[in-house]
């Protein structure tokens, strides 16, 4: 995306600590989705097994979810969210796109892909935001 | 609980880097659950709008649910989870407690409450885990 | 529960024609739960390989969410829900029953189990409600 | 669909009781999804308010992630799933379509979109499976 864009999303989230301590980083975003993206650091984001943790997983989803639908329709806040872990994620960089399925009143419904390094699906998830702004 | 029991499972999850990142430790376990808990570091867990970051509150609740169903039936994996946002957390401490509601074959399912530092409910968890062992 | 109380809670749902068909009733409600059970009819509720099909389970769960969270504060409605299937359910019973977990503000999250006829949990569900009034 | 495909898949599903009580048929498939549809009777499929039952909106995506879990993958049973209502479905028809996001090993994940008459999405859901030959 143009680097304007990116700046003012930039700035939108720059106050979000956990995103910041988790190295969740904006890597693009278009008309109708986000895509959020982390260097996957192997003393800090795998759990004890040596995959991604699925805490990990879930804030960069949650996290594609935030930067998709505040640049739709500021403020949306996540109301509820299902995750499933579809495989365990080896690998050393993870992104996560969000698409808004529907919007409706104060509602929206979001999903979001959660992929590895190689482009493998590793973690879906859907999301449930309200919009102040009706 | 007990030093050894706690010791033990703090051995089985020191590996964790991610939980370890985000300042989560075992509070406690008894026989049918397990209390996770952190301290809230405003640099750290907050969000733009200086609440506890979601992310944050999924990584407790999903390493509650860890502490208990490897307590109980090792080797358990989330295999999905629902997690609801009830209130806007402004606290210096949240706490999750993980109880299991039922388990069958290679599946159980598991109930956690995300408490802030007043003991007000801000978040709420169903969690799916699969069984390696049945 | 008293046939007063009772038959107004019927009063309430005597006009849900999908619970009617279902053959789902309202069992009994305390202060704080409801159940609601069903005969199961063979021709009528099985699937094709003979057990309660996840549908109609699905829906006493949700008509328990329904007269729980009606009888503690109307108008509730479901926004969303989480169920997962633990068992198959071959029994020619089931009761579902209903308990608030928490309530803040205008929305609500109820635990619901479902249970065969020898009360083994076959089903269980995180009901996300929307209360009108405040 | 071709009929031979169409006979098919309605043999496969006869014998769900539930499904031919509602009322929901299968309405058409593809390679990559499968549409389920429902006439809507005023007293047999709405609530106490006169709009589409949730039980009913569920059973029909249920019903459509059934049909085509198992045209792409036998046998495959709902493990767990999600479902939020984004708008009331006053309406005289309902359609269900399920597409698969992913699977792997013995999982799937499958988004099913729920239609009123006129297009509009009334309820979606996100189903995983749980596939009994890998």
Redesign the interface.
Known sequence: MNEEKLHSLEK???????????GIKIAEAGDDYATVSADI????????VGVV????L??AA??AFAVLTNMLHPTT???????????AAKTDRITATARE??R?GH?C?V?V?VRDGGGN?VC?G?F?GFISVK
Chains 1, 2, 3, 4 share one sequence.
Do not use: C, K, P
Not at 41 to 48: F, I
Not at 53 to 56: H, I, L, N, V
Not at 78 to 85: F, L, P
């Open positions: 939108l989230f720059e106050r979000d600590g956990y995103v910041a301590l988790s650091r192997a003393d800090e984001h795998l759990n004890g943790q699925g805490g990990m879930y804030t949650d996290f806040i996540t109301q509820s969210a299902t995750v499933t872990y579809i495989r399925i529907e409706a509602n419904v999903e892909i699906i879906t859907s449930n």
